[in-house]
């Protein structure tokens, strides 16, 4: 019931404009999504970190917007040191996807040109009904001309597994997605994780579950994959000296830094997923 409040709270302006006024927030907008990403790339990059970074923009409701969010995300990857290994996240709703598969294929090719004469790489993202079989028909097409743009594949969606095969070679980031029944979550992201870890691709593994951490870690091991082989991904605030212990440990540990002015609804989404684990790591700086 408090996934669904917060859910129906994300995208309730009423809600937002409570919270935007509560003096609590701007400690919690401030840990959670950065207020100059260029400040925050680099002292993540400076403390070993690699970073990806993502504009908290809203879905784009006319082809105008879309390309508006176009530019916007070429100004980021102009922004970003050319020599950080840095990857940029692209929410495709952001593109257009909602309108036409093609304007938001057109407009991510765009992105992918751009990016590539920086040296940044670009990993694809699309959520909501329906959203899933465009992303993986745009990311598939794009790959053929840009084999290292990569594509976000959520656990909790029915075919996981078998999606994580059929992106074999890829750059793949596993997040959980969908939590209705955490625990079969937990088993599809398992299940993916093993397709990932043994494959031909570049996994990039995004969870703060200790569990799911120490499996992956073991995967490794078994499958005899390099640090360079894989990567961890944490998002930006969250368990921080985690992410500096694993990359101490010579891991490659990618953080999430999300910045914009739509901070409410990503935070409100944040929360929902899991309400407990966020309201501990607000008061811990670990």
Request: with cysteine; proline share 5%; hydrophobic share 45%.
């Amino acid at each position: 019931m408090l996934r669904q409040a917060l859910l129906a709270a994300s995208r309730s302006d009423r809600a937002e404009r409570v919270v935007s006024a509560s003096p609590l927030t701007g400690t919690m907008v401030r840990r959670y999504v950065a207020d100059d990403v260029g400040a925050a790339v680099t002292e993540l990059t400076r403390r070993g970190l690699l970073v990806t970074v993502g504009s908290l923009v809203a879905e784009a409701g006319d082809r105008a917007e879309a390309e508006g969010n176009v530019l916007a995300h070429q100004r980021l990857v102009e922004s970003l040191p050319a020599d950080a290994d840095a990857d940029v996240s692209v929410d495709l709703t952001a593109l257009g996807l909602r309108l036409s598969e093609q304007l938001a294929l057109d407009n991510a090719a765009t992105l992918c040109e751009s990016a590539a004469e920086r040296g940044v790489t670009l990993t694809l993202d699309a959520s909501g009904p329906g959203a899933a079989t465009g992303l993986h028909s745009i990311h598939a097409t794009l790959r053929k001309e840009h084999p290292a743009v990569g594509v976000v594949v959520r656990a909790g969606e029915p075919g996981s597994a078998e999606r994580c095969a059929r992106l074999d070679g890829a750059r793949v980031r596993l997040v959980k997605g969908p939590r209705t029944a955490p625990a079969e979550v937990d088993r599809a992201f398992a299940r993916c994780l093993r397709v990932l870890m043994s494959g031909a691709g570049y996994p990039m593994i995004a969870t703060h579950d200790p569990r799911l951490l120490r499996v992956t870690a073991a995967l490794a091991v078994l499958e005899g994959l390099e640090p360079a082989g894989f990567e961890y991904q944490m998002l930006y605030g969250v368990r921080p000296d985690e992410q500096r212990r694993l990359a101490g440990q010579g891991a490659r540990v990618r953080v999430h830094v999300p910045y914009g002015a739509g901070w409410y609804p990503y935070l409100m989404r944040r929360l929902a997923e899991r309400p407990a684990f966020f309201a501990r790591t607000l008061l811990s700086r670990r």
